[in-house]
């Protein structure tokens, strides 16, 4: 309750100091998952950062000159039928959205699924399933948060550096971790290496990590919700597959302190840090490496930081928190393609305040601008591949004595990992 209460009073704050020079609107429908029983409830902090940068948007006198951008969202939960009901009421309540902002993979997965039928453009600031690049299945689809394949290269890469050959996989029953999985898979063979077992689960992770135990696995990739980690590694620390004759990689988006959410599982705090002592982490770079940049926003990322944690705390102890820079470039990115596409319209004596469903032409032209989207946010450089991807580094970060420290960093473009000036590895036992 009381991360709500600090976000709403957040909200009043940002949505009061909007200017009103801008009489005419343009609304986003948004959902958000600001709670999650399994999922991933990362609208706490990717909500404020929107409303911040919609605050920052509307101050600016040369985007969207004389419109106000206006976002109505609700919560989620990061539930697909939820996400559905909360889209299909944004919809049939007037006035007509000219975009949709989702999260949570599951929830954008049928939202963007919905939106061609549509003709809306959806753009995501925190869905990373590889079927979202399915330009088939979602032609209309954008994302500001960089797919979980992308995480794959970097693996293969760690494994070859070290010559593991022989990996398991543990994950979650989901599209998400299911797709992630088949393509590693695959680049795992092309490497050479051998796919000792994989194991799956929906909610108890039990069996799976006996398994796991019985096959002998080492070195091991596990794919799951935040939620869901704790209850996993409580097995691990049952079964023993811990400390040196074990390595661990598992997904980076995390809140930096879940392993000490140890509510409902019957393992204490500190047999939960021996169990995730010396893992590794990959995740997508997420904020500009330049924290003095200043970018399109006319802020840099260090001052980003500091109003956000001014009124949250700590973003890396908030949900969502990482992917703040996500969610504020997100507004961005759609905000400029809005405003190149209401200049072409302008000078056809058109407008966006008359886009409705039926627009096919304005949604090509949305389309169009959002495809050639390029500008340095908080989180780097935006870009958007063909599949509506983003284009970002991959952070390697191991676990010492419960804090997380960057060891490398992988760019993909350049087939480089590269170890140089951050921190060492340290093996448990060494």
Not at 36 to 65: H, T
Not at 87 to 111: F, H, Q, R
Not at 262 to 273: A, K, P
Not at 290 to 301: D, L
Request: proline residues 3%.
């Amino acid at each position: 309750m009381k991360s709500w209460n600090i976000i709403t009073v957040f909200a009043v704050a940002l949505l009061s100091s909007c200017d009103a020079f801008k009489e005419r609107q343009l609304v986003i429908g948004a959902t958000f998952p600001m709670t999650s029983e399994q999922g991933w409830a990362g609208g706490k902090g990717c909500l404020p950062a929107a409303l911040m940068a919609l605050n920052d948007v509307n101050q600016r006198n040369d985007i969207l000159p004389n419109h106000r951008l206006e976002l109505k969202w609700n919560n989620s939960m990061c539930e697909p039928g939820l996400g559905t009901t909360i889209t299909y009421e944004l919809l049939y309540t007037g006035p007509a959205k000219v975009m949709l902002l989702t999260g949570c993979s599951p929830v954008s997965t049928t939202v963007a699924e919905a939106a061609k039928m549509w003709n809306l453009i959806v753009l995501s600031y925190g869905s990373s399933s590889p079927a979202l690049s399915d330009t088939r299945r979602f032609p209309t689809f954008f994302r500001t948060h960089p797919s979980q394949t992308l995480h794959n290269p970097t693996r293969i890469e760690f494994f070859h550096r070290y010559n593991w050959t022989r990996i398991h996989i543990i994950q979650q029953v989901e599209e998400l971790f299911k797709t992630t999985i088949e393509d590693l898979e695959q680049r795992l063979k092309a490497g050479k290496m051998e796919i000792g077992t994989r194991q799956s689960f929906v909610s108890d992770p039990s069996d799976a990590v006996k398994n796991l135990k019985r096959q002998d696995a080492r070195i091991i990739v596990g794919l799951f919700y935040d939620e869901t980690a704790t209850r996993v590694f409580c097995e691990v620390f049952k079964n023993g597959l811990y400390g040196k004759r074990h390595v661990w990689f598992i997904l980076g988006w995390y809140e930096n302190d879940w392993y000490t959410k140890v509510s409902g599982i019957n393992c204490t705090v500190q047999e939960m840090l021996k169990a995730v002592e010396g893992h590794f982490t990959t995740e997508a770079l997420m904020i500009n490496r330049n924290m003095t940049q200043r970018g399109i926003a006319g802020i840099t990322p260090e001052e980003f930081v500091n109003k956000m944690e001014a009124n949250l705390g700590k973003l890396s102890t908030v949900s969502g928190g990482q992917e703040s820079p996500l969610a504020y470039d997100a507004i961005w990115a759609l905000a400029l393609a809005l405003d190149k596409v209401q200049t072409k319209l302008e000078s056809q004596g058109d407008s966006l305040e008359n886009f409705n469903y039926q627009r096919v032409d304005i949604m090509k032209e949305i389309y169009a601008a959002m495809n050639s989207t390029s500008f340095i946010g908080v989180s780097g450089n935006v870009t958007f591949s063909q599949a509506g991807d983003r284009i970002a580094l991959t952070m390697v970060e191991q676990m010492i004595n419960g804090t997380y420290r960057t060891v490398a960093l992988h760019d993909i473009s350049a087939g480089k990992l590269d170890f140089t000036g951050h921190e060492k590895i340290i093996w448990p036992g060494q």
